[in-house]
């Protein structure tokens, strides 16, 4: 049949080509001239089709079409937390860190200025004492205190550790380094060197996080100076470093020369900012990461009375604040000009949280279904949530948890696998 209808087409559409056609074929198509006697020379034919014979053999089957694999990744899954170390009780938990060594420790500080060894498995874990400046430490302030620690990358070799804290007369923010003994279990506090001193006009919005990145720099979250609303302005003022990441060359710091801006910084060489400056715009940055596959720098921005929000921290980014709080107006409430901010990834109201902790893309393998995402919790509510971000927007966002603890922290083994800290203890993430 398709071959009648074919010839039928080509000889009614062709006319001008038949003395072309060899004499048999003519032949045999002059039985097709009735199907185009009705048609004009200058317009096309009607087709006409004829009724395909009654097969003699079974019809073949219908083709089978297995679907291609797709890249979807599955539902973000629920969790449940599993306390560890539950010999050991932290006052005020602030971070919990893995010193890049061959034998398995965690680093864990505390709000009040002391940092603890914790070796051995969850259930006979035991803590010792690697350092304590509680002398230095203000705790004037109910977010004072030891708020940030970070190990030189090179730490096995230099015993470098990085320490972030509140110091009082006159308030300020510390950033400094001390040194461990080769055994890497005990730091003298008279190897402080300091790094840098922000001085600030309130206790609150500190920042605190330290991280260094894959670049081998020392990025550092500054929180706006605290007050409502940010009422000096500092985090649209690119000449002050609150209210700001920081991104600092700590190699070969010394008491003369502490550290170095590297030079591509965004805003080195503008004489009306700070060339430490990576990324402006924010309230309390509280936590931070970097995602190794990716290189993308998250950020949780604890909000002011209505939004908190997650940011991908990009190089010379402005994060809006006090223009806008989260996706949202805030000075003036209404109609604000948002031109050239970068808006969240995500953000939730009140209603579900009022102080954001950032967390960390989960790398692990021991929950396949979160391989991906981006772990936050609420330090108010309890709440743990994951999203997944690709192609430049969130994918997917849910639940993971509703828990009834303060976070306060995140952390993860080499290996990718969870942590969240939290005032009431240490807990690992599972299904």
Known sequence: MLYVLSMTSLYCTGTRSRRLLPPALLLALALLLPACA????????????????????????????????????????????????????????????????PQRLWFLTEQSGRVWAVSGDTAAAKASLVLDIAGKVSRAHNEEGLLGLAFDPGYAASGYIYLYYSAANPRRNVLSRFTAAPAGLTADPASEIVVLQIPKPFGNHNGGQLTFGPDGFLYVSVGDGGGQGDPSGNGQNLGAFLGKILRLDVRNASLETPYRIPPDNPFVGREDARGEIWAYGLRNPWRFSFDQPTGLLWAADVGQSA??????????????WDVMEGAHCFTPPQGCATAGFELPVAEYGHAQGCSITGGHVYRGSAIPALAGAYLYADYCSGTLWGLRYEGGRVTQQAVLAQTALHIISFAFEPDGESYAVAEEGVFRLQE
């Open 307 to 320: 939004w908190e929000e997650v940011d991908i921290i990009r190089k010379g980014g402005n994060y809006g």
């Open 38 to 101: 009705a048609a004009s020379p200058d317009e096309p034919p009607a087709l006409q089709v004829t009724p395909a014979p009654t097969p003699t053999s079974p019809p073949l089957p219908a083709l089978q079409v297995t679907p291609a694999p797709t890249s979807t990744p599955p539902p973000l899954p629920a969790l449940s937390l599993a306390r560890v170390f539950p010999a050991l009780d932290f006052q005020r938990a602030t971070n919990l860190v893995q010193p890049p060594v």
